[in-house]
């Protein structure tokens, strides 16, 4: 059994940990939150505790901590006793976290695949550029890593594995939804961190067809989907992390992932890229500055925590699965319903953050108890889905399956 969490990262998705986390201490023990700014961290303690999110009394302290450095890590792993590290800094920070608990033996988990702050879009599959590359040692050290264990990709690697466990003898493709049909009020903002957002869209749009990578431009591709609540949904094709995981674990053809996007945010994004605006390459203004663009935009930009107040609307994110069954074709939408507004209501987050929060609360809490410790590097999508997403269903994203006219819950007794 392990126990007491370190939550590094303390943004909209730290909070919403946090929050889950504390509402689940009897299984995960000795709760810590960390960040570059403490400030931070106090703030979501704070908010922990004026809405009695703490399920039975217990720890739930601050730290400061700038992550990269693998040693002050490990450290702090070491002080609070962590045996469960949730990584939900940016994504620059996966491998330094990654060493820190390979050298202590805390268990990994992160919402996202690394990125290096100067390059975007590198050689697909993107796992094995950083990640992968640590498999064997975790399998060494008998450490066990998680990755990708938010939404997208989180979520929706374990609706492909349910998917292809229960669902399918042959699939002939995956195509990933993720529609936020809920509305912030402002002019313009992103719903997680910008500088994360915009390198998403910045670069090659990789896809998997015909079982080989495939290249195209942001928006080139869009097709509009008629999805359950929130109705008929116009989205493009974009890359996107589980992509370069599924295709290697699940023996799969095509699969694809498809984001909404407003004509508001098209245009914002295309004027920003066509300036020059986006780039994470550093210049030199007129007065000598050396500035990244991007690193500007994101600085005027609101930040995404301060949309939840006045956030209305749902998400609605999922898996279209196209395939065979006993020799007849078949078609399965395995899917969750978020609510901007019930979100910040629990835990003072837009829904966004917490669609990415809670399924590693939920993975924390089959580590804990064992059924999801396999003691070496994997995704989501490698692990049995139906314990984790029985879990979401008890604490907070409880997943549908329409097959036709029929739109069910999910259940699983264990």
């Avoid at 996966?94 to 033996?105: D, H, P």
């Avoid at 796992?127 to 990709?153: M, Q």
């Avoid at 809920?182 to 719903?191: E, L, P, S």
């Avoid at 998997?208 to 109705?231: C, H, I, K, Y």
Wanted: proline share 5%; glycine share 8%.
């Amino acid at each position: 059994m392990k126990k007491n969490v370190l939550i590094i990262g303390a943004g909209g998705v730290g909070q919403v940990v946090a929050h889950k986390c504390a509402q689940n201490n009897d299984v995960l023990g000795d709760i810590h939150i960390a960040s570059r700014t403490i400030d931070k961290c106090r703030a979501i303690v704070e908010s922990v505790h004026l809405k009695k999110n703490m399920k039975q009394p217990g720890v739930l302290e601050a730290h400061a901590l700038d992550a990269l450095d693998v040693e002050a890590t490990k450290a702090l792993i070491q002080k609070t006793g962590a045996q469960i590290v949730i990584n939900v800094g940016q994504a620059f920070i996966n491998m330094s976290v990654l060493s820190a608990c390979l050298e202590t033996g805390a268990a990994y988990m992160d919402t996202a695949i690394h990125e290096e702050p100067d390059k975007i879009c590198e050689t697909p599959p993107w796992y094995s550029n950083y990640e992968w590359k640590r498999r064997e040692e975790c399998a060494e050290k008998g450490v066990t890593a998680i990755l990708g264990v938010g939404f997208d990709p989180g979520m929706v690697n374990a609706y492909a594995a349910l998917a292809a466990r229960d669902y399918f003898d042959k699939i002939e493709s995956i195509d990933i939804i993720d529609v936020n049909a809920g509305d912030h009020g402002k002019y313009f903002a992103t719903n997680f961190d910008p500088e994360i957002n915009f390198r998403e869209f910045t670069g090659t749009v990789w896809s998997w067809q015909d079982s080989q990578w495939t290249a195209n431009t942001m928006f080139e591709v869009g097709r509009e989907w008629d999805l359950p609540v929130v109705g008929k949904r116009q989205t493009y094709m974009t890359g996107h992390d589980e992509i370069h995981s599924l295709q290697r674990n699940l023996d799969v053809p095509n699969i694809r992932f498809w984001m909404g996007f407003g004509e508001r945010y098209i245009t914002v994004f295309t004027v920003l890229k066509n300036l020059g605006l986006l780039s994470e390459q550093p210049v030199t203004t007129a007065e000598g500055l050396e500035v990244v663009p991007l690193k500007v935009v994101k600085a005027v930009l609101p930040d995404p925590s301060s949309l939840a107040p006045n956030y209305t609307g749902k998400t609605c994110i999922g898996d279209l699965v196209k395939g065979q069954k006993d020799g007849k074709e078949r078609e399965v939408f395995i899917y969750n319903v978020a609510d901007h507004a019930e979100a910040y209501k629990e835990v003072g987050s837009q829904a966004i953050s917490y669609t990415a929060g809670v399924p590693p609360v939920a993975a924390a809490m089959l580590i804990a108890d064992g059924t999801w410790d396999p003691g070496t590097m994997v995704n989501v999508e490698e692990l049995d889905p139906r314990p984790f997403l029985a879990i979401l269903n008890r604490i907070g994203l409880p997943t549908r399956i329409k097959e036709g006219e029929k739109d069910e819950a999910f259940t699983y007794e264990g």
